[in-house]
């Protein structure tokens, strides 16, 4: 080679500007580019112009004007991108060390070898280039060795093996700019976002590689979640369309959609939950076939108690659904969830089985909630779906009832017969306090489904009420006379309400109760109802009272302690008196009756 020598392009032409005659014009794409001989000798003598067209030349015009300044003696850089058109052309042109040292060929292999295969982004953006000669690149086993480094060096191999150049022995040829050490580390991070440059077949090959090699599954299914994601619009909502993706048709998206599920672990893995539901809106979009719909659906089954509502509401796109929301979709995912749920595979223990039942329990009645206002929704499928789990998902139907409740207001032309089918979906023993409350005064509900709640809304506040007695009563000994009294009370009133409840024979049937007695039952709980509302609340400004009370004894005993000797002789008198009027207003606050019987029963106690 001689000296370093510039060059220029003009229009569709490139020269090399050393004053000297072009004596071969070599058109590659077009670009014809004026080259001449070194031969000092022959400098003065007119030679023929030789023309040449170089068809097909690898990497094309750039290719081949890297190419020229390389044989003009003219330092270049090399890059993952550019090293293998330049290694095919070399091949090409038959740039071998027989006619030059350290010749194209040589370089561009050293190159990529020690530098571009030692990165698994360098090793990406390689076998992206390979895609315009593909041919030529095969013959070379240019795309196997790429993808073989890629396999070699997942991310959890040491971060110093990811992009750390090796020294290039002195050669023109230079580093890339920018890499370090440290580029180790960008590059095990950012190497995923880099998949999407790749076509589908070289990803798809890629892809078989990694399972072949047996590499960890979550890092395959990780591959395929970012070039999904990449590749097909609308599999995350923020993305409608594709970016830079390859995929241009809707068949080459349904290829990789299919090739993504058919890759996925069947079991549960750590794949969010968002993005597989985003899976299940483009496979109802695309169409792809049912066995592929049917292998999602189980995958989405295995994780449900890990999935939130908005992801559920997958919009209806058939023409034969005529509700808002597919409704059969999820259903299909709740059945498989149950099926693992029963075969014990959902969890290893029995009580992270159970955590995960009531978790989608409690998922699927706010789903229920979401679509009850949906008037195309039939009451058969509400129905069938609520009662389809177990009873031992649901905690409280407080949520159910909600679900419920909006579903009779959106559909009140409903027959009294589906009226009472939807509101037997409820456990009327499983709604709080608030709850009962709210469907005692609740028009929308069968009369028969009124009862039942102020039965067992009345126990609740019989209970709210006696835990209140108790936990304002003062500390006495078991066989003390005023408990007891007490506790024999709340049991004449517990009798009283059983004899009420027995008017009605079977409140789970409301064939067996007549129009009659149910109106009469009804009348009759909800006035004992309202004595004991006012009740408890009397008995909450009578602890709120207490609590005041106790408060002033403290701070009067605290500030007693702090004035010397006499304190304790003081404390001890003010506690005996402040304790006396405790228990007497304590007392007071139960009926007139038990007051004066434990009264009785000290002052016995005292005579004794």
Known sequence: MGTEKSSSTRGQAWFCTTGLPTDIVVDVDGMAFHLHKEDEGEGDVELARCYIQLEGFPGGSDAFEVVAKFCYGVKVELTASTVVPLRCAGEFLGMTEEYSEENLISKAEKYFAQVTLRSIGDSLRALKSCDRDREIAERLDIPWRCIKAIVANPPAS????????????????????????????????????????????????????????????????????????????????????????????????????????????????????????????????????????????????????????????????????ETLYDVDCVERILHNFLERHESGSIAVDEAGRLTSLIMVGKLIDGYLSEIASDSNLNPEKFYKMAVSLPEKARLYDDELYRAVDVYLKAHSWLSEADREKISGILDCQKLTLEACTHAAQNERLPLHTVVQVLFFEQRQLRHVIAGTLLATDPVVGPQDPGRASGSRQWKEVEDRVTATIDVVPDLGSSADVSRGSESMTWRATVRENQVLRLDMDSMRTQAHQLERECSTMKKAIEKIDKEGALGSVWKGTLSRKFGCKLSTQVCDSQDKAVVEGRRGTQRRRHQN
């Open 158 to 321: 040491d971060p110093a093996l990811f992009g750390w150049p090796m020294a290039d022995g002195g050669s023109h040829i230079s580093q890339p700019r920018g890499v370090n050490r440290r580029k180790g580390h960008h590059d095990r991070e950012s190497w995923l976002e880099e998949l999407s440059i790749l076509t589908l077949p070289v990803f798809k090959r890629l892809i078989f590689t990694m399972t072949e090699s047996n590499l960890s599954i979550d890092l395959i299914e990780t591959c395929l979640m970012q070039y999904a994601n990449k590749c097909i619009p609308g599999i995350t909502r923020s993305t409608r369309k594709a970016g830079d993706s390859t995929l241009t048709t809707e068949m080459e998206q349904r290829e990789l959609l299919e090739m993504v599920i058919s890759n996925l672990k069947p079991t549960r893995t750590a794949l969010p939950s968002r993005f597989l539901f985003g899976l299940l809106r483009v496979a109802n979009i695309l169409k792809i076939s049912d066995d592929f719909q049917v292998m999602l659906e189980k995958k989405i089954g295995c994780q449900l108690d890990g999935v939130k509502l908005d992801d559920l509401l997958i919009p209806s796109y058939s023409y034969l659904n």
